[in-house]
């Protein structure tokens, strides 16, 4: 069973930039398309990013233009680089993936999260 683990999450400053990582316990190219989410307290999980296989990308319009998603098969990581960072990006980011279905569906457990706080 795949697992991804979600890293990189602290505190920052309105304005600043963090880098998330999602690490996969199989080929991160053996996974489709993953996405990031995010939710942020009492409120429902909301899907920021996602990028397919071949490398094409899609953003929530909150945060286009700020963040950018990127697979890094190096290092087996689908990487968040998040910049202008705004108090409403705070919450817990999650990452996923639809394994190679033909449609965005998350199929894999919810692991842990990383939290994101961004201070005004």
């Known amino acids: 069973q795949v697992q991804l683990v979600e890293s990189g999450g602290g505190l920052v400053q309105a304005g600043g930039s963090l880098r998330l990582s999602c690490s996969s316990s199989a080929r991160i190219s053996s996974l489709g398309t993953v996405g990031w989410y995010r939710q942020a307290p009492g409120q429902q999980r909301e899907l920021v990013a996602t990028?397919?296989?071949?490398?094409?990308?899609n953003y929530a319009d909150s945060v286009k233009g700020r963040f950018t998603i990127a697979r890094d098969n190096a290092k087996n990581t689908v990487d968040l680089q998040m910049n202008s960072l705004k108090p409403e990006d705070t919450g817990v980011y999650y990452c996923n993936a639809n394994l190679n279905a033909s449609f965005w569906v998350p199929r894999i457990s919810w692991g842990q999260g990383t939290q994101v706080t961004v201070s005004s």
């Open positions: 990028i397919t296989s071949g490398g094409r990308t």
